[in-house]
């Protein structure tokens, strides 16, 4: 479940209905998967971290929710609920966040903005910590994948997570997608389950 080194652009700026999934065995790894994104092995200050991951491996994180979700719409999100826990349960986020994807994938590669496929916490019911996941594309060509989240912060500390853009998401105990898994599952899980809490260390997205 270990080692790997990222890259930081900045750091700090100021300012449900519960699922227990089955557990499932992963022993090969799609050919076609795409490396995707990783968290900064340093995270914020405070109590709570909101990051937001870009697609060229940078990191920008916040003190708050709204901050975070405002960054990786581009601008385009500026009022989402400042509580995970509400943003997770919003149907009118989750149309806008979903909209964006739409229109970007209808765009030309140059005018292309990163789409949000994925949200993680570090607590149950989408509270405490979050992280952003940004593709270039909706979940429609191939698979995206974190390979290992070992040695930062955010290995073994997922305890919830949603996921937009047509993405299913599936979560390894063990990095490369290996070792028990939470199986596919598309949209809010308020709690990963007792088998894999605080257990992820990759984790992969797919159509």
Known sequence: M?????????MLRSSATAVTLGIVAITAIPANAQTAPTPSR????????????????????????????AD???????NAPDSGRAAATDAALDARINDLAKH???????ARRP????????????RGSSWIIEFFDRCRRGYYFVRNLGGNWWNDRISSYKSYAGCRVNHYENQNARGSSTGWHYGYVSYIGN??????SSVMWSS
């Open 72 to 78: 990786a719409t581009g601008g385009q999100i500026t």
């Open 195 to 200: 088998a894999m809490n605080d257990q992820t």
């Open 2 to 10: 270990k080692t790997t080194g990222f890259r930081t652009r900045s």
């Open 42 to 69: 340093t995270p914020a200050a405070g109590p709570d971290r909101h990051c937001v991951v870009h697609p060229d491996n940078a990191q920008t994180c916040y003190s708050s929710f709204r901050r975070a979700m």
């Open 104 to 110: 970007a994938s209808k765009a030309g590669t140059a």
């Open 115 to 126: 789409v949000v496929v994925g949200i993680e916490w570090s607590n149950r019911d989408a």
